[in-house]
């Protein structure tokens, strides 16, 4: 496809479980972020990949999450002992270059995790 | 930290009114400023942004935007808005030199246009 996906649109899991989030971006992209929206709220970053390597994970709220990008391209998020606090939207977004003049970053549609 | 204020959540209009949605950030240095857009079921899309130069930007379908440096504010407007223009608005910052993990982004607004 043309544009960043995001697998699955949904997902209702239970307190305490572990859940594993996908983003497949635009093929070509380099620069791969996570970002979580809580209601109400705008996106807030998560973490931020170059490449293979998390150049910044600044953003993760706690040891709880985890995120990889092993081949450069599609990365997966992993929340473990998931909390009610943890239901979100979170969207993935993936620009060629991680610079900002001149450069896009394109969204997905998110993952809406509910935690119940 | 950088912070971003859109004091409007929730604006309604009827077509063809005028539309201005304000934007107040929080930031020491320079900035680059971002309008974004979601349509409902659909992801966040780039509307316009601004760099440098020319303070008045202007986007995709008719909206443009003011950076005014003194009063640290970046709103949106669009003379004549159309039904189609119902989605929510979000105003974003990041920090020159700064890349897409420096953004911040504002609450948003959510347009409701009334046919």
């Known amino acids: 496809g043309a544009g960043v996906s995001q697998t699955p649109s949904n997902k209702v899991t239970e307190k305490g479980k572990y859940v594993e989030l996908r983003c497949d971006p635009i093929s070509g992209h380099t620069a791969l972020y996570w970002y979580r929206q809580s209601l109400g709220q705008g996106p807030e970053f998560l973490i931020y990949?170059?490449?293979?390597?998390?150049?910044?994970d600044s953003g993760l709220p706690n040891d709880r999450f985890f995120a990889v990008r092993p081949e450069g391209s599609v990365s997966t998020l992993k929340i473990q002992r998931t909390e009610r606090g943890d239901s979100a939207v979170y969207l993935c977004a993936s620009s060629l270059t991680g610079r900002v003049e001149g450069i896009e970053a394109f969204f997905g549609q998110g993952t809406r995790l509910t935690v119940v | 930290a950088q912070s971003v204020s859109q004091h409007n959540h929730h604006v309604i209009l009827s077509e063809a009114a005028s539309l201005e949605l304000g934007c107040n950030y929080s930031y020491g240095g320079t900035v680059n400023l971002f309008w974004y857009v979601q349509y409902p079921g659909q992801h966040l899309q780039l509307l316009l942004k601004y760099f440098s130069g020319d303070p008045l930007v202007k986007g995709i379908k008719g909206f443009e935007a003011e950076f005014i440096k003194s009063k640290f504010s970046f709103n949106l407007r669009k003379p004549s808005v159309q039904w189609s223009d119902t989605a929510e608005y979000f105003c974003?910052?990041?920090?020159?030199?700064?890349?897409?993990?420096?953004?911040?982004f504002g609450t948003g607004t959510k347009l409701q246009v009334i046919p």
């Open positions: 974003a910052v990041i920090p020159q030199r700064g890349g897409y993990q420096k953004v911040t």
């Open positions: 990949f170059q490449g293979t390597g998390a150049a910044d």
